[in-house]
């Protein structure tokens, strides 16, 4: 397992410091990268989940439970920093940035490494897991910054336009639909997106540096170690205390981990930005979680 382990963390850590040195040596120019990840996000990622569910033999006994143990472990985790936040008395704004790092989660990183161990099969039941999980966190975290900066304001209008807008949930539900349907695309279209999806990962994963700010490391350590530990340690616990307490194991127990183990979402930075949270916070927190969440793993994936 240390070996699987070492051949599939060490190239996605690799390529991401290499997108980070790109970034930083402005090449190809300075505004390509954040294009890269638009068009990553709007293009290539979905055209891999539309790919990979399209073609899947879905197991729904084996998917209800994961999703349903992952959704839990999202909100147990929320519940467990608002209780955090009476005992280290939060500043409101700060909270907001500590919750987006406690509960999102980096699509990248996610598919990369459950490609690299579990391959096609994997991607399938994460894709699952993230189209249930988005729509889930976009309500949490929204709700959050109703309640704590009264820039947030819950619309269920505003959130069903996120959800449709959302190009992996529509990619989700297309490919799950392709799925029922026993995918009637003609093979040349199927081997079209097939082609274009290959290049998802590594483009995610160059993108995945869009988010990291070494500048901001200094600021405010006590909220980084809090979202930051109940993000890669107390989640990942979590799940794997609910996943065998409801007999969840093998591959699908792992995927419930992984996807609990990841970095907060690179978004996170935008949706700070955008409903009033604490912008270098956030951009703390991010840097932070995407370069231990390398080492946490390494600890945490042999146990499975």
Known sequence: MSNLLINALLPIALIIFTGYLFKHMKFPTADFWPKMDRFTYYVLMPSLLVYELAVAKIDVSHTV??????????????VLLMLLKGVFHFENRAFTSIVQGGIRFNTYVLLALVNALY????????????????????????????????????????????????????????????????????????????????????????????????????????????????????????AYTLGTCTGLSGMSLSIAVIFASMPTATSAYILAREMGGDVSLMASIITVQTLACMGTLFLILPLL
């Open 65 to 78: 439970n994961l999703v349903a143990i992952s959704l839990s472990g999202i909100f147990l985790v929320l």
């Open 119 to 238: 391959g096609a099969q994997g991607l399938v039941l994460s894709a699952i897991v993230i189209a249930f999980a988005i729509p889930f966190i976009n309500v949490l975290c929204i709700s959050v910054f109703a309640i704590y900066t009264r820039e947030g304001k819950f619309s269920l209008k505003r959130f069903l336009t996120t959800v449709v807008k959302n190009p992996l949930i529509v990619a989700c539900a297309i490919g799950g639909l392709l799925n029922v349907l026993g995918n009637p695309l003609p093979t040349f279209m199927l081997k079209s997106i097939a082609i274009i999806s290959h290049a998802a990962l590594p483009m995610g994963l160059l993108s995945v540096d869009v988010g990291l700010e070494l500048k901001h490391l200094s600021h405010a350590k006590k909220a980084l170690v809090v979202s930051s530990s109940a993000k890669l340690v107390v989640f990942p616990l979590i």
